[in-house]
């Protein structure tokens, strides 16, 4: 007589993360202030104010966005300022960088909406298969959910690569 077969995965009571499932990073875009340069090199305050002004940034509502120029203008820091506010002002956040600066910064701030609490005390393994966001959202998520794990293992669970282990009262 056969056995039933057993998920000892199951029972073993580890928690299985698939980061590509369980963060949700906001939306990302760029902005290139170049725009509203005279010839994207020179940036005469009245003109670029009134532009910014006119601007309809009701399109990043929500998201992540990253300022960058693509000329070699040197701008006055008050340029990236203004530019930021009207963002605010849309219901978006701003930084100065690339699109993939944004997009690391918009995983480890997913990384940190997540309820350290439903962990508190877990085995946790996060897939090695599917890493979401790259290596820097895996060191934010080891240094955001490994003070109060059990343990916190890289990998499957027929291979784990141990990362952290607490002792846990």
């Not at 990043?60 to 966005?65: C, D, F, S, T, Y």
Request: aromatic share 6%.
């Amino acid at each position: 007589m056969e056995e039933p077969l057993v998920n000892r995965v199951q029972e073993s009571g580890l928690i299985q993360l698939d980061l590509s499932r369980e963060l949700q990073p906001r939306p990302v875009d760029e902005v290139d202030v170049s725009q509203w340069l005279d010839q994207g090199f020179v940036l005469r305050e009245k003109d670029f104010r009134d532009n910014i002004k006119r601007w309809d940034a009701s399109v990043h509502a929500g998201h992540l966005v990253a300022l960058h120029c693509t000329t070699d203008a040197i701008l006055p820091d008050w340029a990236w300022m203004f530019v930021a506010q009207t963002l605010h002002e849309a219901g978006s956040q701003a930084m100065v960088g690339s699109k993939k600066d944004a997009m690391q910064r918009a995983w480890q701030d997913a990384v940190h909406t997540l309820d350290v609490e439903a962990y508190r005390g877990e085995r946790v393994i996060v897939k090695g298969c599917a890493t979401a966001g790259g290596p820097n959202t895996l060191v934010a998520f080891t240094q955001h959910l490994g003070p109060v794990v059990k343990s916190l293992m890289f990998g499957e669970a027929c291979s784990a690569v141990p990362i952290v282990k607490n002792r846990l009262a």
